[in-house]
């Protein structure tokens, strides 16, 4: 996931304020927590800063496959062993009975189930990533042993 000095690095630093921010850094989180766009910067489409932007545009990017949680499965390593699966505190406690304890699961509330030997993400609005908790949940990630789990 890219990080907030990245980000940084490359803006102008110039704290001009143009962007609405006090300064660069702060721009910069804004940024990194989707609040600003790159736009909102005018020197940055000055020509001297073409690279920075071009670098910019491209740590922004969304990265394919990721869903609304930033929750990406990268199904070349998963082996469907469904570690994440009974581990995910919301298929805990949306399916005690199913998905929780490694059965087929009996709520289409779970966000992580094994199909076809991969794990499929589905009601990501679910995740706790994401509403106004924002939990910075990483269950899925650490109970995964081939690391088939990412955020982005
Ligand atoms: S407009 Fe760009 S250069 Fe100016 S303060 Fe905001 S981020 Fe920095
Ligand atoms: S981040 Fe947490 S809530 Fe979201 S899918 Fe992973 S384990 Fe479940
Ligand atoms: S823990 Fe990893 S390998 Fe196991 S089912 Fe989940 S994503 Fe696949």
Redesign the pocket.
Known sequence: MVSLMELYQLLPKLNCKECGKPTCMAFASSLLSGEADLADCPPLYESEYAEQLQQLESLLAPVSGATETGLI?HEE?????????VACPVNVANDPHGAAVGLAPSSDKVI?R?LNG??VATNVHECRRLGNDKILCDV?IV????K??EFV
């Open positions: 499965i390593l998963c082996f469907g062993c469904g570690n994440c699966v992580l094994v991969v794990v899925c109970t995964c042993p081939s088939a789990i």
